[in-house]
């Protein structure tokens, strides 16, 4: 899912998600898909992956949780849907 993340692929993310892979699951540094979303300002699988109930303030193993890493990034759109949450 990480890697699906990475590359904005929504159909794969969806169907891991079918297959019963959770959008909390972390790598070895503690990034979840939706980090990963946001490191590659991949919106829409961004907001996908908050759908499916990733949740927003899970923080890496450094502390940074995607909301951090978005802004260090300049993702606008995915700061601006944070911010309205």
Known sequence: MHYAAAHGNLEIVKLLWDLGLRPSFKEKNGFTPLHVAAINN??????????????????????LNPYQIAQKLNSHSIIEYLDEK
């Open 42 to 63: 991949q919106f829409e699988v961004f907001y996908e992956l908050v759908q499916l109930k990733a949740d927003y303030n899970d923080k890496t193993f450094i502390g």
